[in-house]
Structure formats: structure tokens, C-alpha cells
Nanobody
Framework: QVQLVESGGGLVQPGGSLRLSCAAS????????MSWYRQAPGKERELVAV????????NYEDSMKGRFTISRDNAKKVVYLQMNSLKPEDTAVYYC?????????????WGQGTQVTVSS
């Protein structure tokens, strides 16, 4: 059974930091690209950051560059999102995603999300 379980969300003041974790099980973690998405109230889900299966390539949405860092530990089957200099507009539910595209097939798994609230 595929599972992605996020943790680490919570309430933080503007300028603060949080580290989100996503623990994976039930699939071959090391061959999947991993991403973090977020969805704020009344808005569409948006990509935050993505890391390639072996961790060599990362990409970030422009507003997160320099503040957020995505990383992964394939031995532990965990992907992380370090978030620094948080702003109120970063408030959202953050979702972990696992994706693999092969010839003719696409595999897409999602976690249940973790709430991040940035407020004073």
C-alpha cells in the first residue's frame, strides 16, 4: 500500500522557519521524482519545489527560491522541505507528491497534506 505521510507543519511567526518531512512507503522511492505542492484557501494547488529521483536536480517556484530547500534521503525514504524567512502568504496546506513517468505510464501519489500557518 502506497503511503506518503507529511509532518512538521504548524503555526510560525513571519520570518520564522519550519522543516516539513514526507515519509514514503509502499513503492520504490528512489526511482520517483518528489515534489512539494501547496494550496492556499480559495487558490489552486501550486508547485513549490521538485527534486529528481537521485537528488541531483532541484527546481523551485520563483517566489520560493532562496528561502526554501528541498532535499531527500533515499535510504530513509524521506523528502524534506526546509522553509526559511516565512511570510504570511506562505500559509497553505503543503502536499507531498511522488511521480514517475515511464513509456506509456505515469504514476502519481499524494500525501494528505500538512497545514502551515504563518501569522503573528
Amino acid at each position: 500500500q502506497v503511503q506518503l505521510v507529511e509532518s512538521g507543519g504548524g503555526l510560525v511567526q513571519p520570518g520564522g522557519s519550519l522543516r516539513l518531512s514526507c515519509a514514503a512507503s509502499g513503492f520504490t522511492f528512489s526511482v520517483y521524482d518528489m515534489s512539494w505542492y501547496r494550496q492556499a484557501p480559495g487558490k489552486e494547488r501550486e508547485l513549490v519545489a521538485v527534486i529528481s529521483s537521485l537528488g541531483g536536480i532541484t527546481n523551485y517556484e520563483d517566489s520560493m527560491k532562496g528561502r526554501f530547500t528541498i532535499s531527500r534521503d533515499n535510504a530513509k525514504k524521506v523528502v524534506y522541505l526546509q522553509m526559511n524567512s516565512l511570510k504570511p502568504e506562505d500559509t497553505a496546506v503543503y502536499y507531498c507528491n511522488a511521480r514517475r513517468v515511464t513509456t506509456g505510464r505515469r504514476y502519481d501519489y499524494w500525501g494528505q497534506g500538512t497545514q502551515v500557518t504563518v501569522s503573528s
